[in-house]
Protein backbone atom coordinates (compact mmCIF):
# COMPACT_ATOMS: atom_id res chain seq x y z
CA UNK A 1 0.00 0.00 0.00
CA UNK A 2 1.59 3.26 -0.72
CA UNK A 3 0.75 6.62 0.98
CA UNK A 4 0.74 9.60 -0.60
CA UNK A 5 1.61 13.04 1.57
CA UNK A 6 1.35 16.67 -0.47
CA UNK A 7 2.75 19.54 1.47
CA UNK A 8 0.59 22.58 1.59
CA UNK A 9 2.18 24.84 4.00
CA UNK A 10 4.71 25.39 6.66
CA UNK A 11 5.08 23.29 9.63
CA UNK A 12 5.65 25.06 13.43
CA UNK A 13 7.86 23.89 15.80
CA UNK A 14 7.33 25.26 19.72
CA UNK A 15 10.48 25.92 21.02
CA UNK A 16 9.11 23.64 23.97
CA UNK A 17 9.23 20.81 21.33
CA UNK A 18 12.69 21.65 20.85
CA UNK A 19 14.09 21.65 24.54
CA UNK A 20 12.59 18.01 24.67
CA UNK A 21 14.13 17.16 21.52
CA UNK A 22 17.67 18.29 23.13
CA UNK A 23 17.12 17.22 26.77
CA UNK A 24 16.38 13.40 25.02
CA UNK A 25 19.16 13.68 22.64
CA UNK A 26 21.43 14.46 25.35
CA UNK A 27 20.13 11.54 27.49
CA UNK A 28 19.94 9.51 24.87
CA UNK A 29 23.72 10.05 24.60
CA UNK A 30 24.77 9.08 28.14
CA UNK A 31 24.82 12.66 29.62
CA UNK A 32 23.15 14.77 32.23
CA UNK A 33 21.44 18.48 30.73
CA UNK A 34 22.23 20.99 34.10
CA UNK A 35 20.29 23.80 31.86
CA UNK A 36 18.70 24.43 28.74
CA UNK A 37 18.41 28.05 27.50
CA UNK A 38 17.05 29.89 24.64
CA UNK A 39 19.65 32.40 23.44
CA UNK A 40 17.75 34.87 21.44
CA UNK A 41 14.41 35.91 20.65
CA UNK A 42 14.87 36.00 16.54
CA UNK A 43 16.53 33.35 15.68
CA UNK A 44 16.10 29.56 17.27
CA UNK A 45 19.19 28.93 19.27
CA UNK A 46 19.58 27.17 22.56
CA UNK A 47 22.94 27.27 24.97
CA UNK A 48 23.07 23.51 27.01
CA UNK A 49 24.92 23.25 29.89
CA UNK A 50 25.77 19.33 30.46
CA UNK A 51 27.42 17.02 32.17
CA UNK A 52 29.87 15.11 30.32
CA UNK A 53 33.46 14.79 29.66
CA UNK A 54 34.91 17.62 28.02
CA UNK A 55 36.70 14.57 25.66
CA UNK A 56 32.92 14.07 24.65
CA UNK A 57 31.78 17.18 23.82
CA UNK A 58 32.43 17.38 20.14
CA UNK A 59 30.97 13.95 19.69
CA UNK A 60 27.68 15.36 21.76
CA UNK A 61 27.59 18.32 19.92
CA UNK A 62 27.53 16.33 16.47
CA UNK A 63 24.79 13.95 17.96
CA UNK A 64 22.81 16.73 18.96
CA UNK A 65 23.29 18.67 15.15
CA UNK A 66 22.32 15.49 13.22
CA UNK A 67 19.36 13.94 15.54
CA UNK A 68 18.13 17.37 15.10
CA UNK A 69 18.54 17.50 11.61
CA UNK A 70 16.88 13.96 10.88
CA UNK A 71 13.96 14.77 13.02
CA UNK A 72 12.96 18.70 12.60
CA UNK A 73 15.13 19.47 9.50
CA UNK A 74 18.26 21.54 8.43
CA UNK A 75 17.26 24.47 8.52
CA UNK A 76 15.51 24.95 12.06
CA UNK A 77 18.29 24.99 14.41
CA UNK A 78 20.32 28.48 14.00
CA UNK A 79 23.10 28.45 16.72
CA UNK A 80 24.14 25.83 19.38
CA UNK A 81 26.28 26.44 22.12
CA UNK A 82 27.07 23.17 24.78
CA UNK A 83 28.86 24.27 27.69
CA UNK A 84 30.70 21.22 30.13
CA UNK A 85 29.88 21.12 33.77
Do not use: W
Not at 54 to 66: K, N, Q, S, T
Amino acid sequence: MEQQYQVTGAVTVSVQAIEELLLCTVLDFGATVARIKRLSGDSVSFSLKVQVDAIRLPDLYHYLREQVNIQLGEDMLDYLQLVAK
